[in-house]
């Protein structure tokens, strides 16, 4: 329900709420002002009982007629703090977003992604960078991941570069933060090992989630984490420590820059910063890959008649 709230908060830039009291001070507000505020706040945003809202002093602005307020919301142990301004007749309530144009957002967005030492597929120098977070058990990540490759890539790969970052949906998902790790344990000696463990999880969820119980699922995607580093002619004894460790700590890491970049489902990508939602149709893909494309100076591949896997097959696993 947080999570909503400032999701709303952050698309309605600008916003003007009437308040009925009358006189604010310059630093500590009257009580009736204060419960005034809350309730506008409370009502504008639909905020639930359990969300606390705390409404601070005010302080100077830049702005004439308004003073600066900052409000916290929180909910459990998740808080965050929010600048409204408040004009010095205690009629009105601001909330107003500035944007820096001297910054691409979009170039903003990508500074927040670390993609040091992940798997990646396609042209490592492209100028276009596309970051998908992934969930192992996820369906929608599965026909996603089959929409990337090979379709995608075979059309992209000398122009984009593709890089996946670990976002397992826990509460949902049981299995997915083990596929991950595990995942994660053939990357760490070799990147084409990690992506083929990838095709065929996505490619088989059904085979996993036909197991009863987490130990059994989890012997499942650990056999195959195995079987794929014995092919790829991995150091099998440093992969089965790997394995048997389960150490989440990347995976983790990765989860909290989702959670800061405010993501709240998979498969999230983002296109050089531009982030897309859910499993995006081959044809939508495109045109969004063309135009990052021709905004990075680079020109679209020629596209020519759509495979099976363009035309919104249903892939296996589902």
């Known amino acids: 329900m947080l999570r909503r709230f400032l999701v709303t908060l952050l698309q309605k830039s600008v916003c003007f709420l009437i308040l009925v009291c009358l006189g604010c001070s310059a630093q500590s507000l009257p009580p009736d002002t204060t419960k005034a505020i809350e309730r506008q706040v409370r009502g504008y945003y639909h905020l639930p009982p359990d969300v606390q809202v705390k409404i601070g002093s005010t302080s100077p602005s830049e702005f004439p007629n308004y003073d600066k307020l900052n409000i916290t919301i929180s909910q459990g142990d998740k808080h965050d703090d929010y600048e409204f301004m408040l004009s010095k007749d205690g009629k009105t ?20 992604i670390d993609t040091k030492g992940r798997p990646t597929r396609g042209n490592k120098d492209a100028k276009v960078v596309v970051v998908n977070f992934d969930d192992f058990q996820c369906p929608f990540c599965s026909r996603m991941h089959q929409t990337l490759f090979p379709e995608m890539l075979k059309e992209y790969g000398d122009k984009v570069l593709f890089v996946y970052k670990d ?13 991950a790790i595990d995942a994660n344990c053939l990357a760490a000696q070799n990147n084409d090992a990690y992506w083929q463990y990838a095709d065929y999880i996505h490619g088989n969820q059904y085979l996993v989630n036909n197991e009863k119980g987490l130990e059994a699922q989890a012997a499942v995607l650990d056999k195959a984490a195995l079987a794929q580093g014995q092919k790829s002619n991995l150091d099998l004894t440093q992969l089965q420590s790997c394995v048997k460790a389960q ?12 959670d800061m970049l405010g993501i709240t489902a998979t498969p999230t990508l983002y296109v050089n910063g531009d982030k897309m939602d859910g499993a995006i149709p081959p044809d939508q893909l495109r045109k969004i890959f063309d135009h990052a494309l021709l905004e990075a100076g680079v020109q679209p591949p ?14 296996t696993g589902n």
């Open 93 to 112: 309530l601001a909330r107003m977003t500035k944007l820096d144009l001297t910054k691409d957002p979009y170039a903003e967005v990508m500074k927040k």
């Open 247 to 258: 150490k989440d700590d990347a995976v983790k890491a990765s989860m909290r820059e989702g």
């Open 302 to 315: 020629s596209h020519g008649t759509p495979s099976a896997a363009a035309t919104g097959q249903k892939p």
């Open 167 to 179: 976002f397992p949906l826990v509460d949902m998902h049981h299995w997915a933060t083990r596929a």
